[in-house]
């Protein structure tokens, strides 16, 4: 009824209220949780053939996302948890050149991401949430994106909130960080 069938003012109704929910200044809605991610990694710069980090147990996107961007994954060990561990991830950041991480946030439970996030950032590697699983989820009362660069969402119907279809958003306090992604979510178009 309103004429605005891509991008229009349901579209960014459903930014800002995901924005709230997540605690962060700024949510672009994207395709898909996938989408979310590879479009993240595109705004961070990350370059062909650049290695990042990602666990070893999670649904496949979180790794298939790294090769869509052009990226070479680096597979993380995990702990008992089912998640990346903290101290794996810091000894790689001084063992191996990476450009960017990717933490997965898996069954709602979080990674502590603060003390990964401040080394990553010392050394200009990119940090980005998989919080695809984690919606409302808090670590120490801070939501994913907190101390990252971006998280993401997905709105898959498997997913804490369901789309009727596929759905994602990314998330980040980084004003510059979302017009890139808001840029390259519509091939180049900020309108
Ligand atoms: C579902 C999921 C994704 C991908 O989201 P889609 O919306 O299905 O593309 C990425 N990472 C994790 C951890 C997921 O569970």
């Known amino acids: 009824s309103s004429g605005k069938v891509l991008q229009g003012p349901d579209v960014q109704n459903f930014e800002t209220r995901l924005a709230n929910i997540s605690e962060m200044k700024s949510a672009i809605a994207v395709g898909s949780g996938t989408d979310a991610l590879s479009i993240a990694m595109k705004a961070l710069g990350l370059s062909n053939g650049g290695h990042v980090a990602v666990t070893s ?53 979080m990674i502590d991401t603060e003390a990964i996030c401040r080394k990553a950032k010392s050394k200009g590697v990119f940090v980005i949430e998989d919080a695809a699983q984690a919606l409302g989820a808090k670590h120490k009362g801070k939501t994913p994106g907190t101390y990252s660069d971006a998280a993401c969402y997905s709105f898959d119907p498997t997913k804490v909130v369901g789309a009727y279809g596929s759905g994602g958003g990314i998330v980040t306090n980084n004003e510059q960080i979302a017009l890139r992604c808001q840029s390259l979510r519509y091939h180049g178009q900020s309108q």
């Open 57 to 109: 147990l999670s649904f496949v996107a979180s790794a298939s996302s790294i090769v869509n961007a052009g990226g070479v994954p680096i597979f993380l060990d995990i702990d008992h948890h089912y998640l990346s561990k903290t101290e794996t991830v810091l000894d790689l950041l001084d063992k191996h050149p990476l450009e960017g991480i990717i933490l997965v946030h898996l069954y709602g439970q």
